[in-house]
Structures are given as structure tokens and as C-alpha cells.
């Protein structure tokens, strides 16, 4: 039997979206949905977010997060899903079934 997934983000993992090309540099994220852009410049806590959710999934990723920016899962949960769901509605992460 397989456990029970974490109310923390469960479900399907995530992935660069298609066509999406992105750098990462001091601390800054420059990602794009080629070739028609637009460009998205991700700063500070919005860069950890996509290069946590690349490295690890959702499995974890809220307390993740909160170890590189000092702030308590509780407290960051909605705001880190929030941003995750805005990511995937704008083609730069897609789902992985």
C-alpha cells in the first residue's frame, strides 16, 4: 500500500514547459516560452522557488524554500503554491503525469 501524499503540493511533479528557455544568474531567473517570449525576469524568493521545484518536485518544496529564505512553511505555504500555479498557467513549468 502505497502512504498517503503530503497536503504539502502533492500530486504530479513539475518540469521546465515546453519551449521554455532559462538562465540563471546572481541569484535572478531569466526565463521565456520561445520564440513569441515574453520574458520573465524571477528575483530573490521567486528564483529559489523555480530552482527548488526543478531540483525536487513539489514533494517538500514549501519546507525547502523555507530553509533557504528563513521563513516558517506555514507562513510562506500559500504564497510559494500561489506562485508555483502561476508558473504552470504561464507555460514556464508544465506537469509531468
Known sequence: ???????EMSGADLRRGTGVAAHAEDGFVFAACLP?????????VGAIIWEET??????GLVARVADRTGGEPDAIR?????????LVRRGLLAEVS
Open 78 to 86: 500559500a504564497d510559494v503554491e500561489a506562485f508555483v500555479g502561476e
Open 36 to 44: 513569441e517570449g515574453p520574458m520573465y525576469i524571477l528575483d530573490m
Open 1 to 7: 500500500m502505497a502512504p498517503a501524499p503530503r497536503p
Open 54 to 59: 526543478l531540483a525536487g518536485g513539489r514533494e
